[in-house]
């Protein structure tokens, strides 16, 4: 018995041993690293790598891209815009069609003035002649007229009686309170005094009217505005008729130019449309002061448009020109300077500006007038757009887009 149990012992011994060893043999297998698998799994890794930072590149560059890629934008900075000469202005109301005018210059009526004797008299002297300035309130001539002389007698006749009649009042007032006059002469009085000095202002009104003269009937004709002597009328010694001119004055800086228009403008033209005018001197730009349409008179109903300068210099009172307005002006449309408008691939756009440089945005176009074109769609009117040297813009865009293509 007991040899048998010795022998089992041993081979349950070695059955053991053999398991171990195999075990360790399994373990040692399915850890092994193999070369062709670890290669390839290296080398993927690697691939996703590559591609992970490509991807992230072509993300940088699309953010990098911005605006810049998208069409019909042109980046420039505020100094950029300034260093090419480009203007910004804003889209304003207006519109219509443009119908050209014949006219003249002619002086405003406040700058132009016949000086005429306001009472009959001698000329004593002359005291300007043609060509000279003068500024308002200068003698012209002195006159000695007997009718001013009156004219000053009654004035200083007229405040001796007020002067008198008041101190009949006062006296009067003075012995009411002393009773010894009554009141109702008090009241009389007082009336006559009133009355008195109303006839001393009117006398002197006349007197001021015909030129203030002086006791001996002396009296100065005086300006009554600035500017220059055209002509003269009398000479020293020679009789002044009342209401004859003594002196033409007229301001050369207060001319308007006038024009005659067909009776159909009236309804087509307002105060305050632009009118370039051309003179013999240069070209001037004016703004509409007044229109009035013609009764059928001499000018056969023509309609009157008066306009005054806005910039540049009009010719001498008396020279033609001819001007050219823009008329049937539309009420809330949208216009720009014509040069602001260009064609990009046979469409209209305008250069809005952005907070990095300008879009070119699309628009439909209408009528043009008086340098400027009419936006029928596509501005709201409150855009800032390129105006002066928009070319560029064009130009620049056109070499982006070529650029692009390559």
Do not use: C
Not at 170 to 183: C, I, K, P, S, W
Not at 209 to 217: C, D, E, I, M, T
Not at 304 to 313: D, K
Not at 346 to 374: C, I, K, N, W
Request: aromatic share 2%; charged share 20%.
């Amino acid at each position: 018995m007991k040899r048998k149990f010795e022998i089992n012992q041993y081979w349950l011994l070695g059955g053991v041993a053999a398991i171990v060893l195999l075990g360790g043999t399994a373990y040692v297998l399915m850890n092994r690293p193999v070369a062709g698998a670890t290669e390839a799994a290296t080398e993927e890794v690697h691939a996703e790598g590559e591609a992970g930072h490509v991807e992230g590149e072509e993300e940088h560059a699309e953010e990098e891209g911005g605006e810049e890629g998208e069409e019909g934008v042109v980046q420039l900075t505020a100094a950029q815009i300034q260093a090419v000469g480009i203007t910004l202005v804003s889209a304003s109301g207006g519109g219509g069609g443009e119908t050209r005018l014949s006219g003249r210059v002619e002086p405003m009526v406040d700058a132009r003035a016949a000086v005429a004797a306001s009472v009959g008299g001698r000329v004593e002297r002359v005291l300007v002649a043609p060509g000279q300035s003068v500024r308002a309130g200068q003698p012209l001539a002195t006159l000695v007229s007997g009718e001013a002389a009156t004219f000053r007698a009654d004035a200083d006749s007229a405040a001796a009686s007020a002067d008198a009649a008041r101190r009949a009042y006062e006296r009067d007032r003075n012995l009411e309170e002393q009773g010894v006059v009554a009141r109702q002469d008090v009241e009389t009085s007082r009336a006559q005094s009133l009355s008195a000095d109303a006839v001393v202002r009117a006398a002197r009104a006349r007197s001021a009217a015909v030129g203030s003269p002086n006791a001996s009937g002396r009296l100065s004709v005086t300006s009554p505005i600035s500017g220059v002597v055209t002509s003269v009328q009398v000479g020293p010694g020679g009789f002044a008729a009342q209401g004859g001119v003594i002196a033409e004055v007229t301001n050369p800086a207060r001319v308007e130019m006038v024009f005659n228009a067909a009776p159909a403008l009236a309804a087509q033209v307002r105060a305050g449309s632009t009118i370039q005018v051309q003179t013999p001197s240069g070209d001037v730009t004016g703004v509409v002061t007044g229109v009035a349409a013609g009764g059928g008179g001499a000018e056969g109903g023509a309609t009157v448009i008066r306009a005054r300068p806005t910039s540049g210099t009009l010719p001498p009172a008396g020279s033609a020109i001819t001007g050219t307005v823009v008329t049937g002006e539309s009420v809330g449309g949208v216009t720009v300077p014509s040069e602001a408008v260009q064609t990009v691939e046979g469409a209209s756009v305008v250069f809005v500006r952005t907070e990095s440089g300008f879009r070119a945005m699309p628009v439909l176009v209408g009528r043009q007038a008086g340098g400027r074109t009419e936006i029928v769609r596509g501005l709201t009117g409150s855009e800032r757009i390129a105006g002066a040297n928009a070319f560029l813009l064009k130009a620049e865009l056109a070499k982006g887009e070529a650029e692009h293509g390559h």
